[in-house]
């Protein structure tokens, strides 16, 4: 997929937000995948001006979160790296236990993701040990939010004003021939995805691709992520896999206390 799409529409910057959170928007950018980056890159993904992610960034390099290779381009820095090692191995014991007993329950492959700006960022994936088949989703990847399941799970419990400033930012990028591109259509799923208590995205982020979604509540009732099934159309029905909501939504409630 197009990581840089999801991070934002290239060009558009902002003013919005403090100096701590424009910092951690160049920081998420820089270590997206298929860094380093370029100057511009990093700018258009974090949505910040360019005169503000050039401070940002020196900053950043001079106390060793962010590395300046010798063409200019942006790469993660040792610090960055050191700390990303202890939040790996922080890691509550139980996620890796709730997700592996949700693959087991469905047969089907398992991914959660965490809510990061406009996007999700999956943080685990567990293959199905039945199925030939593989998902291009990986681990760090970056995803949109309105053609996901886990995203759509995500939205629903966001305030409306919250929804409507994130299309406005980023409007609604088609992916595939199924993606919602308006901003009615979106609506009117969030409405049935808060009713039934998970989100489908079919095929709607990738040939050939079912999923159901589950959002994960923080300590405030804000969604910080979400869980979900994946499987493939020619398998498995819309029917078949709704039938794993009960055993998501399980999960979802298991996972909440953890992140």
């Not at 934002?8 to 820089?30: I, Q």
């Not at 258009?44 to 020196?58: D, E, G, H, Y």
């Given at each position: 997929?197009?990581?840089?799409?999801?991070?934002?529409?290239?060009?558009?910057?902002?003013?919005?937000?403090?100096?701590?959170?424009?910092?951690?928007?160049?920081?998420?950018?820089?270590?997206?995948?298929?860094?380093?980056?370029?100057?511009?890159?990093?700018?258009?993904?974090?949505?910040?001006?360019?005169?503000?992610?050039?401070?940002?960034?020196?900053?950043?390099?001079?106390?060793?979160?962010?590395?300046?290779?010798?063409?200019?381009?942006?790469?993660?820095?040792?610090?960055?790296?050191?700390?990303?090692?202890?939040?790996?191995?922080?890691?509550?014991?139980?996620?890796?236990?709730?997700?592996?007993?949700?693959?087991?329950?469905?047969?089907?492959?398992?991914?959660?993701?965490?809510?990061?700006?406009?996007?999700?960022?999956?943080?685990r994936k567990l293959e199905s040990e039945d199925q030939p088949f593989r998902t291009a989703s990986r681990i760090g990847m970056r995803m949109p939010l309105h053609t996901t399941a886990i995203g759509k799970s995500i939205l629903a419990l966001l305030p409306a004003e919250e929804?409507?400033?994130?299309?406005?930012?980023?409007?609604?990028?088609?992916?595939?021939?199924?993606?919602?591109?308006?901003?009615?259509?979106?609506?009117?799923?969030?409405?049935?995805?808060?009713?039934?208590?998970?989100?489908?995205?079919?095929?709607?982020?990738?040939?050939?691709?079912?999923?159901?979604?589950?959002?994960?509540?923080?300590?405030?009732?804000?969604?910080?992520?979400?869980?979900?099934?994946?499987?493939?159309?020619?398998?498995?029905?819309?029917?078949?896999?709704?039938?794993?909501?009960?055993?998501?939504?399980?999960?979802?409630?298991?996972?909440?206390?953890?992140?």
């Amino acid at each position: 997929m197009d990581e840089a799409a999801a991070g934002g529409r290239a060009g558009r910057a902002s003013a919005a937000g403090s100096a701590s959170e424009k910092s951690l928007r160049v920081l998420e950018a820089v270590a997206a995948p298929g860094g380093p980056h370029r100057l511009a890159d990093v700018t258009a993904a974090a949505a910040v001006p360019k005169s503000s992610a050039f401070r940002i960034l020196a900053s950043l390099v001079d106390q060793g979160f962010v590395r300046q290779e010798a063409d200019s381009r942006y790469g993660v820095g040792p610090r960055l790296r050191g700390l990303s090692a202890l939040v790996g191995a922080a890691e509550p014991a139980g996620i890796g236990r709730i997700l592996g007993e949700l693959r087991r329950a469905t047969g089907q492959t398992v991914h959660l993701a965490l809510h990061s700006g406009r996007t999700i960022t999956c943080i685990r994936k567990l293959e199905s040990e039945d199925q030939p088949f593989r998902t291009a989703s990986r681990i760090g990847m970056r995803m949109p939010l309105h053609t996901t399941a886990i995203g759509k799970s995500i939205l629903a419990l966001l305030p409306a004003e919250e929804v409507r400033e994130l299309i406005d930012a980023t409007g609604l990028p088609r992916r595939t021939p199924q993606t919602l591109t308006t901003a009615r259509a979106l609506h009117a799923q969030l409405a049935a995805v808060r009713a039934q208590g998970f989100a489908l995205d079919d095929e709607e982020n990738e040939p050939t691709i079912r999923c159901i979604g589950a959002a994960i509540p923080g300590p405030a009732g804000r969604p910080v992520g979400g869980v979900s099934v994946t499987t493939v159309t020619f398998l498995v029905s819309r029917e078949e896999i709704q039938a794993y909501a009960p055993a998501l939504r399980a999960a979802a409630e298991a996972l909440a206390p953890l992140l």
